[in-house]
Nanobody, 115 residues
Framework: QVQLVESGGGLVQAGGSLRLSCAASGTMFSVSTMGWYRQAPGKQRELVADITRGGRINYVDSVKGRFTISRDNANNTVYLQMNSLKPEDTAVYYC?????????WGKGTLVTVSS
């Protein structure tokens, strides 16, 4: 019903930057909260950042000051600007969107930060 298409992942050296994008499509309902989660090998999936339709934002402490989440409501798109990347940021990043009180997930995009 709802598809989330992610882009922007890849391999980057420590200290570098990446920008992730995720566009939601396939729904006639408004998209509520959108966010990014990540899962590193052997670790639980964690919330990186999310943003409500009205612009209220949450960040996990480890990315505060380095990552910035934003969204374009007209295009149902959420972005994650990642600066000063560290090896510990290496993970599969998943886009999440809430639509009509249901959660939808992207397939994930791999971010690898080398030292």
């Amino acid at each position: 019903q709802v598809q989330l298409v992610e882009s922007g992942g890849g391999l980057v050296q420590a200290g570098g930057s990446l920008r992730l994008s995720c566009a939601a499509s396939g729904t006639m309902f408004s998209v509520s909260t959108m966010g990014w989660y990540r899962q590193a090998p052997g670790k639980q999936r964690e919330l990186v950042a999310d943003i409500t339709r009205g612009g209220r934002i949450n960040y996990v402490d480890s990315v505060k000051g380095r990552f910035t989440i934003s969204r374009d409501n007209a295009n149902n798109t959420v972005y994650l600007q990642m600066n000063s990347l560290k090896p510990e940021d290496t993970a599969v990043y998943y886009c999440n969107a809430e639509v009509a009180f249901r959660a939808f997930w992207g397939k994930g995009t791999l971010v690898t930060v080398s030292s």
